[in-house]
């Protein structure tokens, strides 16, 4: 394998945004439905196949989101987040209830990454993001990445998962590219990063890899996102040189994930606007992207600037933690509906949070240009 060449995304790029000519459409606020009373719910994902593709099981789709029980103020659900799993079927979402059993993560809460089924669809592997840790007084901002499995029964009306695996930590942050304190605050532009692992099996060579939202240590801009990489090795992942270098431009790249489309590799990730640095060109909030026809690069920006698509000018949170899939559709959830302004009090984002998932969006794909074509129900 070559050496991995991170891209350095700049201001340059960003400078290069038309965000009005790749805007979302509008969610109406009756597009939006929540699958479980009284839950919040974000940054979900479908189980996949090995290959990428959304699994197929009894009759379904399994997918897992972040979920928390729906408080006065939409942000506090990070500090109580919960996996919970649902099947889908055409007749609606089935709830399945929380993923993981009570007391088994090693953290204080559970954050997002990645479900792959084996081929047999009898075993379910798991990449998650364990939030501080367990019993800790207060809900801190460590982050971690753990992996861990279960057996997959699918012969019945909805699948079941048992006899989880002891939760093994897969990567560390290194100290020397990867920073290992997260403890940045809770302000934007100042969150660290460890998490979000996406798995992904190059068809190249079968090698996996663990894309993540990680930041720069030892940095001179306190904006310093990345792409992170890790290679499995028999039975163990090291550390790898980042895809994405966003040091004095972003600070958050998060769930990063990569698909092929004619043979070449799209990278992905959501950052929002309020994390790009100060005194510098800042682009929306939205879906970015680059093209390669190697992991290891070079990579190139998406329609010139590395954005696909932004939520609309008019509504300028409502959707957020997209996830491009490998028939091109787009899943994300529902943010702030309907809100052209940040929320003034709790009480503003809590009527327009939605807390469930988006309506699916659809790519187009013509080399370096990726376009948005329309919404799909």
Known sequence: ?????????????????????????????????PPVAGLDLWDHWPVLEEDGAIARIAGGTMVIALSAPMAGDPEERHALARLRLFHTRDDGWRDLGNLLPDGFSPG????AGSATVDPRHDRLTLHFTAAG????????????????????VA???????SGWT????????DG?????????????????????PFIWRDPADGVDYLLFTASRAEAASRWNGLVGLARREGADWS?????????????????????????????F???QAKVFAEGGPAGPTGLYGLVADDIAGPWCPLNGSGLVFANPPAAPFQAYSWQVLKDGSVWSFADLVGLSHPPVDTAEARAHFGGAPAPILQLRFDGERVMLIQPRS
Do not use: C
């Not at 020397?176 to 979000?196: H, L, V």
């Open 239 to 267: 550390l790898q040189r980042p895809l994405v270098d966003a040091t004095g431009l972003n600070n958050e790249l998060e769930r990063p994930h990569i698909i092929v489309v004619a043979d070449r590799r799209y990278l």
């Open 176 to 196: 020397a590219i990867y920073e290992t304190d997260m403890a940045g605050g809770g302000a934007a532009g100042t969150i660290k990063a460890f998490r979000d």
């Open 269 to 271: 990730w959501s950052t």
């Open 108 to 111: 204080s809460r559970e954050w």
């Open 133 to 152: 840790f367990r019993g800790e007084a207060e809900p801190s901002f460590a982050q971690r990445i753990f992996m861990t499995s279960a057996a997959l």
């Open 1 to 33: 394998m070559r050496t991995i060449e991170p891209y350095h995304w700049s201001p340059a790029d960003v400078a290069r945004i038309d965000a009005g000519s790749a805007a979302a459409p509008l969610i109406g606020s009756n597009a939006v439905a």
């Open 155 to 161: 012969s019945g009306p909805a699948p079941t998962l």
């Open 166 to 173: 002891a939760p093994a930590e897969t990567v560390t942050p």
